[in-house]
T-cell receptor, first 111, second 115 residues
Framework: GENVEQHPSTLSVQEGDSAVIKCTYS??????FPWYKQELGKGPQLIID?????GEKKDQRIAVTLNKTAKHFSLHITETQPEDSAVYFC??????????FGAGTRLFVKA | ETGVTQSPTHLIKTRGQQVTLRCSSQ?????VSWYQQALGQGPQFIFQ???????GRGNFPPRFSGLQFPNYSSELNVNALELDDSALYLC??????????????FGPGTRLTVL
């Protein structure tokens, strides 16, 4: 069945360092790949997304790469700040509009 | 423009009871999806409604049902509650359907505890 694996489950970095989160997926029909940030007591919030016809996208300190052949995509956060601390989820969306989430990465940014 | 709101914030029920959770979509959005998020897990898709019709469903039993109203607000109903139903229930609204690129806007969730 459809599955999204996300690694690592926990990531601790020093303020100013970079953080990388990786995801792999199984559904070949996936064509949209959003990333969400979830803070305590809140719902997930979209931070960046990428479509299947694009290999890379950047928005200020955040970038996402997609390798459709290998079925994996990654989130890169540069110059991390304490306010980046949260749980990050990758997700895939296919033709059925069903969003499949990864299990999440808890990011700690130490000041 | 108001965001997605959910009620209640927290709820405690006992096994076997029934529960109704409510969601008010972001203004102008005609599609709502419901998710179950167990502690420490990613959200799992329950179902989606588009213009009052169920548009897709995840791997959840029939005791999970929903409604979408003409004003695009929505309800999630769960019958015969089980202990494993304890989770954060999230709704997300989006505009239109027909392309999977539509951004979903999530509400803060309803924390359901089943004792």
């Amino acid at each position: 069945g459809e599955n999204v694996e996300q690694h690592p489950s926990t990531l601790s970095v020093q303020e100013g360092d970079s953080a990388v989160i990786k995801c792999t997926y199984s559904d070949s029909a996936s064509n949209y790949f959003p990333w969400y940030k979830q803070e305590l007591g809140k719902g997930p919030q979209l931070i960046i997304d990428i479509r299947s016809n694009v290999g890379e996208k950047k928005d200020q300190r955040i970038a996402v790469t997609l390798n459709k052949t290998a079925k994996h995509f990654s989130l890169h956060i540069t110059e991390t700040q304490p306010e980046d601390s949260a749980v990050y989820f990758c997700a895939t969306v296919g033709g059925g509009f069903k969003t499949i989430f990864g299990a999440g990465t808890r990011l700690f940014v130490k000041a | 423009e108001t965001g997605v709101t959910q009620s209640p914030t927290h709820l405690i029920k006992t096994r076997g009871q029934q529960v109704t959770l409510r969601c008010s979509s972001q203004s102008g959005h005609n599609t709502v999806s419901w998710y179950q998020q167990a502690l420490g897990q990613g959200p799992q898709f329950i179902f989606q409604y588009y213009r009052e019709e169920e548009n897709g469903r995840g791997n959840f039993p029939p005791r999970f049902s929903g409604l979408q109203f003409p004003n695009y607000s929505s309800e999630l109903n769960v019958n015969a509650l089980e202990l494993d139903d304890s989770a954060l229930y999230l709704c997300a609204s989006s505009l239109d359907v027909g392309a999977s690129y539509n951004e979903q806007f999530f509400g803060p969730g309803t924390r359901l505890t089943v004792l």
